[in-house]
């Protein structure tokens, strides 16, 4: 009996602790473009999220690894000036502190300190949005062995 309660327990903090993620569910509550995965990476669940009309925060776990996701409607950040700057312009030099990583779809600056911590900290815009550079996309994540930039592909 007492090894069925400390079982019972455990599957009821287990189930308490996580929440089920359904990226349409976080869109209709925020009202400005977001950049959410359309699935978790294996192992992945969502742990908290917190989702306003000009804001959202999500943050996934699997163990000790995380993935963070903040974005904000409107200007929001210095790099993110700094980021628009570069976009416009081809030969515009940035703060050597980022380095600029792109994917099929996007362009951003990751924090080259933090890299080296194995974290990866990223503010970015999509390609298509032309020169524009109107909301604040962030993604940090300590992600392991699983590859950054795929995550960052699956973001729709």
Same mark, same amino acid.
């Given at each position: 009996?007492?090894?069925?309660?400390?079982?019972?327990?455990?599957?009821?903090?287990?189930?308490?602790?996580?929440?089920?993620?359904?990226?349409? @569910? #976080?869109? *209709?509550?925020?009202? !400005?473009?977001?950049? &959410?995965? +359309? /699935? =978790?990476?294996?192992?992945?669940?969502?742990?908290?999220?917190?989702?306003?009309d000009d804001s959202v925060f999500v943050r996934f776990v699997s163990g000790d690894k995380w993935i963070?996701?903040?974005?904000h409607e409107g200007n929001y950040s210095s790099t993110q000036t700094e980021l628009k700057k570069y976009?416009?312009?081809?030969?515009?030099?940035?703060?050597?502190?980022? @380095? #600029?990583? *792109?994917?099929?779809? !996007?362009?951003?600056? &990751?924090? +080259? /300190? =933090?890299?080296?911590?194995?974290?990866?900290?990223?503010?970015?815009?999509?390609?298509?949005?032309?020169?524009?550079?109107?909301?604040?996309?962030?993604?940090?994540?300590?992600?392991?062995?699983?590859?950054?930039?795929?995550?960052?592909?699956?973001?729709?």
């Amino acid at each position: 009996m007492k090894k069925f309660l400390v079982l019972l327990s455990f599957f009821l903090l287990v189930s308490c602790n996580s929440q089920s993620y359904d990226h349409n @569910e #976080v869109r *209709e509550k925020a009202s !400005f473009k977001l950049w &959410l995965p +359309k /699935s =978790l990476p294996d192992t992945f669940q969502l742990e908290k999220s917190n989702v306003e009309d000009d804001s959202v925060f999500v943050r996934f776990v699997s163990g000790d690894k995380w993935i963070e996701m903040y974005q904000h409607e409107g200007n929001y950040s210095s790099t993110q000036t700094e980021l628009k700057k570069y976009i416009e312009s081809s030969d515009y030099s940035f703060d050597n502190e980022y @380095e #600029v990583f *792109e994917t099929t779809e !996007f362009i951003g600056f &990751l924090n +080259k /300190s =933090l890299l080296g911590l194995g974290i990866s900290d990223y503010i970015f815009a999509n390609k298509d949005g032309g020169n524009k550079v109107e909301n604040y996309y962030k993604v940090n994540a300590n992600l392991g062995d699983y590859s950054f930039d795929a995550f960052i592909e699956s973001l729709n």
